[in-house]
Nanobody
Framework: QVRLVESGGGSVQPGGSLRLSCIAS????????MGWYRHAPGKQRELVAT????????YYAESVQGRFTISRDSAKTTVSLRMNSLKPEDTAVYYC?????????WGQGTQVTVSS
C-alpha cells in the first residue's frame, strides 16, 4: 500500500508563489513517476508536472511551463512543486500522484487559490 501526504497550498495574490510538497510512504520500488495534477471547478483534471524516479526527467503542462518547477529529494520519496508567477487560472485542488506498475496512487488534495 502506498500513502501520499501533501502539504502546502493556500491563498495567494496573482504573481505570488507557493510550494507544494508530497511525501510518499509504503511499499514501492523504482521505476515510478511522481507528479501533480489539478482539478478546477467545471474543468477536467489536468496533469501539471511529473518527474521520473529513474532518470529525473520532468514534464510540464504547457500552461505552467516556465513558472512551475517540480523536484524530488535524494531518497526519491518526496516531490515538491514550486509555483511562481501564479495566475487566477491556477486556482484548483492540486493532487499528488504516484504512478507505479502496481497502480495509480493519489493524495488527498490541497487547495490553491489565486485571487486579488
Amino acid at each position: 500500500q502506498v500513502r501520499l501526504v501533501e502539504s502546502g497550498g493556500g491563498s495567494v495574490q496573482p504573481g505570488g508563489s507557493l510550494r507544494l510538497s508530497c511525501i510518499a510512504s509504503g511499499s514501492f520500488f523504482s521505476p515510478y513517476d511522481m507528479g501533480w495534477y489539478r482539478h478546477a471547478p467545471g474543468k477536467q483534471r489536468e496533469l501539471v508536472a511529473t518527474i521520473s524516479s529513474v532518470s529525473g526527467r520532468t514534464y510540464y503542462a504547457e500552461s505552467v511551463q516556465g513558472r512551475f518547477t517540480i523536484s524530488r529529494d535524494s531518497a526519491k520519496t518526496t516531490v515538491s512543486l514550486r509555483m511562481n508567477s501564479l495566475k487566477p487560472e491556477d486556482t484548483a485542488v492540486y493532487y499528488c500522484n504516484l504512478n507505479h506498475w502496481t497502480g495509480d496512487y493519489w493524495g488527498q488534495g490541497t487547495q490553491v487559490t489565486v485571487s486579488s
